[in-house]
RNA sequence: GGAGAUAUAGCUCAGCCGGGAUGAGCGUUCGCCUCACACGCGAGAGGUCGUGGGUUCGAGCCCCACUGUCUCCACCA
């Protein structure tokens, strides 16, 4: 039986309810089950340092919805959730918290610090996931991964060693990018470009043996200390003499050469560039061409070196302050010039990136990336929206090598271990004691640990039980879709592209659906600094994780960013009321009415037509769903709930609910009735499940209450589309009701009655089949269009002269109201109405007299136009007719 | 320096295969507390689809150029 049902929809009591039901009946849970087939999402891991934000909400709501609606679909369908270690941020995370205890870090040593992480995650790892838990996500928590656990660390560990077998995993010097407040290497895609306002400084290099100078140009003129050589392009007249000459490096003792490389661009600067090999990546470049020495100059805190002589110690922004100080006073400034430029920094902490010579290592790319590319190409692997596989061909194509070595406590420990008896390096799945070259025992791992990608480049497989061959892997991988932001395409998407083919020989996913940005109201990102963040917890406090997660997928087509407003908030909680509202009305009229399926033949032409709608409205819905336009198929949904059963089916059905007078017991009305019922209750239903993705909660707190004998609409069918719900024929008749009745609010507005005045409606049309539909459909007209009593008839006969009327295609409509009625306005009414109409004639005739298009246009294209033109041409008519009448 | 996205109603955005902008929400105007809902109901107003060309019987949609905005990539010292 129907509960008693709040006013307004009170979200708050209700979502912490549902979703530990769902817990407790373990409708999230995916298994391995061969009759059904297999839906797989993974869960883009969030960091355990991480706080749930507007990009969390939207990208957990997007998998929800394709989750939820599988399972619907009768997939076995499993989203595989997870947490990543974020090895840099967490270990800033935990040094800072260890500062603040006054406990230092290096005093603390490795294992200490491991310890006190290892602990930290165990108290704050778990905040994030409970965070997801508020918005709906229906992930398989008891799948729940982390990064680090055991079966991810040995898949992290056999990859590692596969890769270096096949000679893919290498160490060597190379420049690399280094945070020195961070103290680590980073690779490429942790380098972010920001264009900063510098300087450039010009400054003269005197030449050995002679008079005279060579002017260079430097944006960072400490790293003249490490200078090894000047170069000039081989071409350029003006320092063809000087080439091979020496150059007295001011400041130091040191000389260097001058050397030609084509690198050099003549018209750059002045044409000579001073070359530091172990801090630019194109000095180290040309260094390598030509045998240059390479001058480290700085420690890994950024302060200058033993290298650097007398500025040893200082940091290395003091140092260019005292550099430049002192070129002055020698004479060797010629001039300092404005220049912004863009400047590596990383990107977590935004300290200006070092390139340094380091040894490191690295993950060879250029066999990896082949198959990754060619994904693509075969369409093994495809973007939504489509664009976005050129960013990420542009990035494969373009590719470094990838430096995988962190300088960090905090992650996968490299399984390399280096016998200082005989330099053997050993690389192996075991820890090894004996050295397998010379059998010394002294072995000594590697410090270093792996860039947290690494693992997360695993985590569609490695989630699933691989390297072993377990059911899940076999079953549920490849995954099918992966839900993520455009920003981390880099970072991530690739990474777990080619490292599946290379370790299963398939793409991880088929599909990548890409989002964007969630930006505040003004269009400006979400950030910290500006202070412009929106909490989705406390949005969901305020509206329910249901009002959310809609206002994040409405009008939003996949990949564009989004703006959030509490405006659209709004928007949404009101539609979470409309919803809720009509189904209180529907239980408020059940009560009490047998609501078992009734036959055709009981049903009435606006049930035969409700009908008929939500059935190709979940046809729709489905195939905008197939083409990931979730945003779309939302918004059709929101429009039939709205627009075609609130406020036309049920304002339709109102006349049946109601007995009149001696109409109780009636037989015809109750039949009625329960008809009525039964339709308003099967649309509902079908409603609520299409909504279901989006909206959870409210569908399934109303789905209960309908029907005390359903226990949850999560584990309900998907509305297919059913053979016996598609009455064609119907629309016809409901859409012209729906017509007489628009046009005569119409009027009644125009002339303005008052909506609780009642008066009389004649219907004219003169053919009969018209007419039976407005016969059947009389007590529209007193509910809808505040009729007191309505008279269909084939002619005018007995209609006041004076009565104002509505024109439709099918039918004329009198509404005698002679005491309100203004013939002139009346006559400018009919005449506006007339100039559309010649508009719209016009806009026909174009078409249709024109040769080409009846030569050209397909049939029905023409065949609907000529209908158009017979439609207003008839209405024409009668709206003519009219305002003669009116005009004699 | 390359690449991409975007330009549609006052605002925020949809617009599938080229075929009347039939767009949606918010805002706005007018009228309504009509026994599900004022978080509501009814009726309106509001758009040369950035500019200029082209293809086509027909272009918001396809092609070219231009302009504005945004983003990504990139080792010009």
């Keep these: 039986m129907a509960k008693e049902l709040s006013k307004t929809y009170n979200p708050t009591e209700i979502e912490d309810r549902l979703y530990q039901k769902w817990l407790n009946k373990k409708y999230f849970a995916a298994n391995v089950n061969k009759a059904k087939k297999p ?15 507007m990009g969390h909400a939207l990208d957990n709501t997007l998998q929800d919805i394709l989750i939820r609606w599988k399972r619907m679909q009768g997939f076995e369908a499993l989203w595989q959730p997870g947490t990543d270690h974020a090895s840099i941020a967490t270990e800033v995370k935990i040094t800072n918290m260890l500062k603040d205890k006054g406990i230092d870090k290096a005093e603390l040593g490795r294992e200490g610090f491991l310890k006190e992480a290892w602990k930290w995650r165990a108290e704050y790892g778990s905040r994030i996931v409970s965070q997801l838990k508020k918005l709906g996500s229906s992930a398989d928590w008891d799948r729940e991964r982390f990064t680090m656990d055991e079966g991810c660390s040995k898949a992290v560990r056999e990859v590692f060693c596969r890769l270096y077998e096949k000679g893919y995993i290498y160490q060597g010097s190379r420049i690399i990018n280094w945070c020195p407040v961070c103290q680590t290497s980073l690779s490429d895609a942790e380098v972010e470009h920001e264009e900063q306002h510098g300087h450039f400084w010009h400054i003269l290099y005197p030449i050995v043996g002679q008079d005279g100078f060579v002017e260079i ?3 960072r003129p400490e790293t003249l200390l490490g200078d090894t050589a000047v170069a000039v392009n081989p071409d350029d007249e003006r320092y063809k003499e000087l080439v091979g000459k020496m150059l007295k490096l ?20 002045t044409g000579c560039v001073k070359i530091t090999p172990a801090h630019d990546p194109n000095d180290f470049e040309v260094g390598k061409r030509h045998n240059l020495e390479e001058i480290n100059i700085l420690n890994d805190d950024g302060t200058i070196n033993e290298n650097g002589g007398k500025y040893c110690g200082m940091d290395r922004y003091e140092a260019r302050k005292v550099m430049v100080e002192e070129l002055k006073e020698q004479g060797l400034l010629v001039k300092v010039v404005d220049h912004t430029h863009n400047v590596g920094t990383h990107d977590r902490c935004h300290t200006t990136v070092e390139p340094m010579i380091k040894k490191q290592w690295f993950v060879r790319m250029d066999e990896l990336a082949k198959p990754a590319i060619e994904a693509i190409k075969t369409g093994e692997l495809k973007f ?21 070595s962190r300088q960090l406590w905090w992650g996968h420990r490299i399984p390399a271990w280096t016998c200082p008896d005989c330099g053997e390096l050993i690389v192996s799945r075991e820890d090894p004691t004996v050295c397998p070259k010379c059998g010394g025992t002294r072995l000594v791992q590697d410090e270093d640990s792996l860039d947290t990608w690494f693992s997360s480049a695993l985590w569609p497989f490695s989630t699933l039980g691989w390297p072993e061959k377990t059911p899940e892997m076999e079953y549920f991988f490849p995954t099918d879709v992966l839900v993520t932001g455009y920003d981390i395409i880099f970072f991530w998407v690739i990474r777990m592209v080619f490292s599946s083919y290379e370790q299963t020989g398939k793409s991880p996913f088929h599909t990548v659906l890409i989002h964007g940005l969630v930006r505040d109201e003004l269009g400006r990102k979400m950030s910290k600094s500006l202070g412009n963040g929106i909490d989705p917890l406390e949005v969901i406090d305020r509206y329910g994780a249901d009002a959310l997660r809609l206002t994040l997928v409405t009008g939003n087509a996949p990949g564009n960013d989004m703006r959030f407003s509490y405006t659209k908030m709004d928007a949404s909680r009101n539609f979470a009321n409309k919803v809720w509202n009509a189904s209180r009305f529907i239980m408020m009229n059940m009560e009490g009415v047998d609501t078992a399926k009734v036959t055709t033949d009981m049903l009435a032409d606006e049930d035969k037509w409700i009908l008929t709608k939500v059935n190709h409205l979940a046809a729709e819905v489905t195939d905008n769903m197939d083409n990931y336009d979730l945003g779309i198929a939302l918004q059709k949904i929101y429009d039939f709930i709205w627009d075609e059963f609130c406020d036309w089916y049920i304002e339709m059905v109102k006349p049946r609910m109601y007995a009149r007078e001696g109409q109780e017991d009636d037989a015809a009305f109750l039949q009625s009735r329960r008809a009525a019922c039964w339709t308003l209750k099967t649309v509902l239903i079908q409603s609520l499940k299409l909504l279901h993705p989006y909206m959870p909660f409210i569908t399934e707190e109303i789905f209960c209450n309908l029907q005390d004998d359903e226990e949850s609409i999560m584990v309900s069918a998907w509305p297919v589309e059913k053979q016996e719900w598609s009455f064609d024929d119907v629309e016809h008749k409901v859409e012209m009701m729906k017509e007489a009745v628009r046009a005569i609010r119409q009027v009644r507005t ?14 004219v049309s003169e053919n009969e089949a018209v007419r039976k539909v407005f016969e059947d ?7 809808l269009g505040s009729a007191s009593h309505v008279a269909i008839q084939a002619d005018k006969a007995g209609i006041p002269d004076d009565a104002v009327s509505a024109v439709t295609a099918n039918a004329s409509m009198y509404i005698p109201l002679a005491e309100l009625i203004d013939i002139d306005k009346e006559i400018a009414r009919l005449e506006k109405e007339e100039k559309r109409l010649k508009g719209e004639l016009a806009r026909s005739a174009g078409m249709l007299r024109n040769e080409k298009f009846l030569s050209k246009a397909p049939a029905d294209k023409i065949a609907e136009e000529k209908a158009k033109e017979a439609k207003y041409t008839q209405l024409m008519e009668q709206v003519q007719a009219r305002l003669a009448q009116l005009k004699k």
């Design 39 to 53: 839906f797989t999402i993974v869960m883009p891991p969030p960091n355990i340092t991480g706080q749930l934000h």
């Design 217 to 219: 140009a430097t944006t």
């Design 250 to 269: 001011p400041l130091t003792d040191r000389e260097i050469p001058v050397i030609a490389d084509a690198y050099v661009d003549k018209e750059f600067g």
């Design 384 to 404: 939504v929206p489509e664009h976005f596989d050129k960013t990420y061909l542009h990035w494969l194509e373009t590719i470094h090598d990838w430096c995988i």
């Design 750 to 763: 125009d002339m303005n009655v008052a909506p609780g005045k009642k008066a009389a409606v004649f219907v």
């Design 777 to 783: 459909g009389k007590a529209f007209f007193a509910a």
